[in-house]
């Protein structure tokens, strides 16, 4: 629940402070790629944590499975996004594609940070 709570908090601050630098820089266009660009990257890590966490009561297989078919999923979902959008001309491309590369690090590096500063009881 912390990875997905720290990683939910970094993706808001990463597409706060891209929409700011990039609506002043590339105006809508700009605005538009940050939107798209925060949904792609903060939404690919943040579905994964969340299936882990819904599927974390079933035996490990059935969790794999889970998260496997999330993650084919989820690609095939963003190659359709990005064949629909590649020849529009209403986002910024570099806008979205550092969004989208600042909101997985971002993410992926809290989620991580939540995980492993996690106090757990474990008994030998």
Do not use: C
């Not at 949904?39 to 794999?64: Q, R």
């Not at 990005?82 to 989208?100: G, R, S």
């Amino acid at each position: 629940m912390r990875a997905v709570r720290y990683g939910s908090f970094a993706l808001l601050i990463i597409a706060v402070a891209s929409l700011a630098l990039w609506g002043a820089l590339r105006g809508l266009p700009g605005i538009w790629g940050v939107l798209i660009g925060a949904a792609i990257g903060g939404g690919f890590i943040l579905m994964t944590a969340l299936s882990v966490l819904v599927t974390a009561n079933l035996d490990p297989a059935s969790t794999m499975a889970v998260v496997l078919g999330g993650w084919l999923l989820k690609v095939v979902v963003l190659v359709g996004v990005l064949l629909v959008i590649k020849d529009m001309a209403f986002y910024d491309t570099v806008a979205l594609f550092v969004t989208v590369v600042g909101a997985l690090i971002a993410t992926l590096g809290t989620e991580v940070w939540g995980i492993i500063t996690a106090r757990v009881t474990y008994v030998s």
